[in-house]
């Protein structure tokens, strides 16, 4: 849908805010962000802007990571947003599954020994491995200390990154009947988290490891291809976001720019 009565309200919440005052909450791949800097600079755009919550008395970057990363590394001092209030997130958010490909079975198990415990069933609250043998592990922390399970699962993908490649995958694909491609020696599956989950994460600056969330979120505006002339100008951020609201409303009128009423997916460049 590309109209609809909120649209207004919508663009009340674009707004432009300093690249310094914005806090990811996931990693950021370097090759990916230097690409997304490379890009650019050359063609001078940024075609969609960051969404962004706020959330234990910051504002959270939920999609955009690697845009802000590379904005900051080609020096720009401004960028756009698109907030979204946390309750209009739908919950629970969702991390992608990761393939696990390019090593054998038993070095998968020689890097996650002894974090995971094999068992006959695993818990929503736990991080889970799937092997192609129908094994289940799964790892789970004091439940007094909810962080370490997500410290834990950076830990785990660092690891299983120093020797094997990880394939983010959809969590459809988890409950498919279709035999798994040769190359995959295991599956690794994060819980999902709770709106309490993601604010626990920002206080504590936990940073999930790199990867798009796999929820997808309404009313989102796409296709803005602002010129970076306008976030680098020297005028202050309040003017240039007026600037911006008044061009995209603009562009809206001429359907230069696309506004989804319904979910769409985060996507992460």
Not at 155 to 173: C, F, G, K, N
Request: aromatic share 4%; charged share 20%; glycine share 6%.
């Amino acid at each position: 849908m590309l109209f609809s009565q909120g649209l207004s309200g919508e663009l009340l919440r674009l707004d432009v805010i300093g690249s310094g005052d914005l806090q990811p909450l996931t990693l950021t791949n370097a090759r990916h962000v230097a690409r997304l800097a490379g890009l650019l600079a050359a063609d001078h755009v940024l075609r969609n802007p960051l969404l962004v919550t706020d959330l234990a008395d910051r504002c959270v970057v939920l999609d955009g990571n690697a845009r802000l990363q590379a904005a900051r590394q080609i020096g720009l001092p401004d960028i756009l947003v698109q907030h979204i209030p946390m309750g209009s997130v739908p919950e629970p958010l969702r991390l992608p599954a990761w393939a696990v490909t390019g090593v054998g079975h038993e070095d998968i198990l020689r890097v996650i020994e002894p974090g995971f415990t094999r068992v006959a069933e695993v818990t929503a609250a736990s991080l889970q491995l799937y092997t192609p043998d129908g094994a289940r592990r799964s790892l789970s922390t004091d439940p007094d200390s909810p962080t370490d399970l997500w410290r834990a699962y950076r830990r785990m993908v660092t690891a299983l990154q120093s020797i094997a490649d990880l394939v983010a995958i959809p969590e459809w694909l988890m409950s498919s009947e279709t035999a798994w491609p040769d190359n995959v020696s295991a599956v690794m599956v994060p819980p999902p988290l709770s709106h309490a989950d993601v604010e626990m994460l920002v206080r504590e600056q936990v940073r999930l490891p790199w990867g798009a969330l796999q929820t997808p979120l309404p009313r989102r505006i796409l296709g803005i291809n602002l010129s970076l002339d306008v976030l680098s100008a020297p005028e202050p951020a309040a003017e240039k976001a007026a600037f911006v609201r008044e061009l995209v409303r603009l562009r809206l009128s001429e359907r230069r720019v696309h506004y989804y009423d319904a979910p769409v997916f985060i996507v992460e460049d």
